[in-house]
């Protein structure tokens, strides 16, 4: 009996000293490449949705939302790169948008990361959702809004796609979240 | 011959997907696009071979009262290196597959092959019937992706196959057409194996 329980003991203990070994070894060899992942990630998502930008640097951190001051090679103020997030339909989606620097339109928009159902919901991520919110006209006083039909549509609406309706409105409260917050930061 | 059969189950006779019905939630789940089918099967495959081969080296030193507990933690371990591998190398499809990856621990098509079959075969028929599933596997999950890709979305592999006359049926790329398409796949296999048995039996 005191053998067997010994032998159970030593088997069960040689086996997670061996998975805790391998996984120690695989998380050093690619603790590095995945930093830069998210590093390089950033940095390209900064490019594009603040195309020519040469520096960036943060000028706000909240819990949710980042602010990045984008520059041209001459220094030049080019806009604002931000980073926000919130609920989507199945965990957290976090996005980046690119505003000129009067905030009154987005540059651009890319999502940096989702759970969302992939084919469906991912598409707010894919180029037609990221055209209409180029083509937002940001104003002060109005938040954007969502509608389901594109006869309703004004033009600080967003519509929502198809079989992906809480994604999308998910996404359009991030982007009020970040426009309220950009606004009193830098006003 | 032997091998041979060992081998070949997985894909045709005993399929996980078409004819055990095991590993449901991730082929039903990803199958979406043809890449992440790739993908998915890839890393089902990958952790299949390497617990597989592991637990049949190990398998008479395994007390058989913890033998579960084992080979999880043999399992898991494989899902965390293919994730991370995933995540350094492969950043774009690792973010497409999102929780499905960590998920391949809980398939189980892995423990069933670690149970059925690595605890109690050779090492050599251990591997041959982890690649036979693996590729059985992969297989059924290109062959759904396949067909819910070009109906829902028009493309396969991300090119557009069909043109603008063709309306996407939005309804394959919801979770009701992963039902759909794996039924009737699951009856056409199904009406060719059971004819193909009574050719042979005639012959």
Redesign the interface.
């Known amino acids: 009996m005191k053998n067997k329980s010994l032998q159970i003991f030593i088997a069960l203990g040689a086996v997670c000293l061996f998975s805790g070994g391998a996984l120690a070894i695989m998380y050093n060899f690619t603790k590095t490449p995945i930093a830069e992942n998210q590093q390089s990630e950033l940095k390209t998502a900064i490019v594009k949705v603040l195309p020519s930008v040469k520096n960036y640097k943060e000028i706000k951190k909240t819990e949710t939302i980042t602010i990045y001051k984008g520059e041209d090679e001459k220094e030049e103020m080019l806009g604002y790169a931000v980073v926000g997030e919130g609920n989507g339909f199945q965990g957290k989606i976090k996005l980046i948008v690119g505003f000129d620097k009067d905030l009154t339109s987005f540059l651009g928009m890319e999502i940096l990361e989702s759970l969302e159902t992939p084919g469906l919901g991912t598409r707010v991520g894919e180029e037609p959702f990221k055209k209409q919110v180029k083509s937002l006209k940001l104003k002060p006083d109005v938040s954007i809004g969502i509608v389901k039909d594109e006869k309703n549509k004004k033009e600080t609406d967003i519509q929502a796609i198809t079989g992906a309706t809480i994604s999308s409105t998910a996404v359009v409260e991030i982007l009020n979240e970040i426009v309220k917050e950009t606004t009193l930061t830098i006003k | 011959m032997k091998a041979y059969r060992e081998f070949i189950k997985g894909i045709w006779q005993s399929n996980p997907v078409f004819k055990i019905l095991l590993g449901l939630c991730p082929t039903l789940a990803?199958t979406?696009?043809v890449q992440?089918g790739i993908a998915m099967g890839l890393a089902v495959l990958f952790v299949l071979v390497c617990s597989s081969f592991i637990i049949s080296v190990f398998r008479k030193?395994?007390?058989p009262?913890?033998r579960i507990?084992?080979f999880i933690?043999?399992i898991?371990?494989f899902v965390?290196?293919a994730d991370?591998?995933l995540?350094?190398?492969f950043?774009q499809i690792s973010?497409?597959?999102?929780?499905y990856v960590p998920l391949i621990v809980v398939n189980c098509i892995i423990l069933g092959r670690a149970e059925a079959f690595a605890s109690k075969n050779s090492i050599f028929y251990s591997l041959l019937d982890a690649i036979g599933m693996g590729l059985g596997f992969t297989l059924a999950l290109v062959m759904l992706s396949s067909v819910r890709?070009l109906l829902?979305?028009g493309s396969i592999l991300g090119y557009q196959i069909l043109g603008k006359w063709w309306t996407p049926w939005?309804i394959m790329?919801?979770p009701p057409g992963a039902f759909f398409t794996l039924g009737i796949l699951m009856s056409i296999i199904n009406t060719f194996a059971n004819k193909h048995k009574k050719h042979r039996s005639v012959a």
């Open positions: 990803v979406t696009q992440n030193q395994i007390p009262q913890v507990a084992v933690v043999f898991a371990t965390t290196l991370y591998f995540k350094a190398q950043p973010k497409q597959l999102g929780p890709e829902g979305s939005l790329s919801l």
